[in-house]
């Protein structure tokens, strides 16, 4: 289907709506929630449409004055200007009107669970791992979003082996989900006396959070442990069995929780964790399904790929999926410019999408 056959099509269905929703006497409480919705989504794009379309009529308009031999050569050489611009304007807005009908990922609207954990480098990495989930607590702080703190697990030195938080807000999902790899960090670690640049690594994971009713856990498939839970270093900071081991047996993931006191709200945080692994192994699955190609595209969400490098000699961070470099370290680090990053990643991922047409 053409561009404009789809875009006639979406502005009749905006007609509709409106129509329905003028004379909405008849509908249910929930077809009124559902055709507001669909209203939302539809908007953006006719709006964009209807934009085009004036611009169009300007065109017209100022071809006129091009094509009249009459015209005063001056006010030719404004419209040509204008022209020209509006042509640009034009095939700008045709380019966003393709973005805006792209099938949206569903999960982009959801809350996340983001798992922090030190890769390779030891007590360095585990000082790396902090300085991440920092970064992100201080972005969620700048837009808004709800960070909760589920689990942190010290390292002697103040590190952290593994952390994660359950960040709530709108959209952060679609923000976040291109985080998810191996980051990797270059710099000279505070311990180290001869001054010699170190690389360690952290891996970052960010699960949209799944809906209870959406995964479907059965009892039978769990195995629960009960452990005492344990400070930095293994030291006792519990004396009941208040953590909680949870083995999902037919997958073979392994939840651990032990931040709270109560062995009960350490296993509601394991559940919520363990259907947010499920759910997103599901939807990895899916992608992997309507993909061949998903290997080479931004946002594939590999653990094991290598996204982006922390350079602090150089004051610089590089994100090796499109080879973007900002030279802000320090901005990144305090979720000030991180937002350059993933912005450019969202507009590398829409294009990719764009091209393949997925």
């Known amino acids: ?52 379309d004036v611009m169009l009529q300007e065109l017209l308009d100022l071809s006129e004055i091009l094509n009249d031999n009459e015209a005063d050569d001056e006010i030719k050489k404004i419209a040509l200007s204008e022209f020209e611009f509006l042509k640009e304007e034009i095939s700008s807005l045709e380019r966003d009107i393709q973005f805006a009908l792209l099938p949206k990922d569903k999960d982009d609207t959801r809350n996340v669970i983001i798992e922090v954990r030190a890769g390779t480098g030891g007590d360095e990495a585990g000082l790396f791992a902090s300085d991440l989930f920092s970064m992100y607590e201080k972005l969620s702080l700048k837009h808004k979003w709800k960070f909760e703190v589920m689990e942190v697990s010290e390292t002697n030195v103040g590190g952290y082996k593994e952390a994660q938080a359950n960040i709530l807000g709108n959209g952060v999902f679609g923000r ?43 009892e039978k498939d769990l195995r629960i442990d009960v452990f005492r839970s344990s400070g930095p270093g293994g030291q006792s900071v519990n004396t009941t069995d208040s953590a909680v081991r949870i083995t999902h047996l037919p997958s073979g993931i392994v939840v651990s929780q032990q931040d709270e006191k109560s062995q009960h709200k350490n296993r509601a945080k394991a559940m919520k964790i363990l259907q947010s692994r ?19 595209q931004v946002g594939s969400g590999d653990r094991s790929e290598r ?15 499109i080879n973007l470099t900002l030279h802000k370290l320090d901005k990144v680090l305090q979720g000030e410019a991180l937002d350059e990053l993933i912005d450019a990643l969202v507009v590398e991922d829409r294009s990719l999408k764009l091209a393949t047409n997925e």
Do not use: C, W
């Open 176 to 218: 976040l989900k291109f985080e998810s790899g191996v980051h990797r960090v270059q710099r000279v670690p505070t311990t180290e006396t001869s001054g010699r640049i170190h690389t360690s690594a952290a891996t970052v994971a960010v699960l949209p959070e799944a809906e209870d009713l959406e995964i479907s856990i059965e």
């Open 307 to 321: 996204i982006r490098t922390y350079n602090y000699p150089q004051g610089r961070v590089t994100d090796h999926r």
């Open 1 to 52: 289907m053409s561009l404009k056959k789809n875009i006639d099509k979406i502005i009749l269905r905006e007609n509709e709506i409106e129509q329905l929703l003028v004379n909405s006497s008849n509908l249910k409480q929930s077809e009124l929630v559902e055709l507001s919705k669909e209203l939302s989504d539809i908007k953006p794009i006719t709006d964009l449409a209807k934009k085009k």
């Open 278 to 296: 499920l759910y997103e192994a599901g939807r990895q699955k899916q992608q992997d399904e309507r993909s061949s190609s998903r290997k080479d």
